[in-house]
Nanobody, 124 residues
Framework: QVQAVESGGGLVQTGGSLRLSCAASDRAFRAYSVGWFRQAPGKEREFVAAISGSGGSTGYANSVKGRFTISRDNAKNTVYLQMNSLRPEDTAIYYC?????????????????WGQGTQVTVSS
């Protein structure tokens, strides 16, 4: 299965935490940089965080820096997004995908094999 599968979303109060998972069954997954994006109703898909294939390099959107942490376990073919201090503005569908071009890390066009997404709702 080349397409990623996201899980871990849910409803949480402001200040709460969630951990999202992005899993794929093909071994090639571990060689790719992987990004998390989110899309709120009526808004464009926006970059959240990304991690290199080895896990040694990460990047974050300014809006989540210091609150979210991206990591990966290549033995499990899974990338995680730990989200702390959640805010109502973090409410969105969260997607993961693998980076397949040399375009900017934050550009959705650089990614392919998107998952179906997982809903995160933060209540005030």
């Amino acid at each position: 299965q080349v397409q990623a599968v996201e899980s871990g979303g849910g409803l949480v109060q402001t200040g709460g935490s969630l951990r999202l998972s992005c899993a794929a069954s093909d071994r090639a997954f571990r060689a790719y940089s992987v990004g998390w994006f989110r899309q709120a109703p009526g808004k464009e898909r926006e970059f959240v965080a990304a991690i290199s294939g080895s896990g040694g390099s990460t990047g974050y959107a300014n809006s989540v820096k210091g609150r979210f942490t991206i990591s990966r376990d290549n033995a499990k073919n899974t990338v995680y997004l730990q989200m702390n201090s959640l805010r109502p503005e973090d409410t969105a569908i969260y997607y993961c995908a693998r980076k397949t071009t040399v375009d900017k890390m934050s550009d959705p066009a650089a990614y392919a094999f998107w998952g179906q997404g997982t809903q995160v709702t933060v209540s005030s």
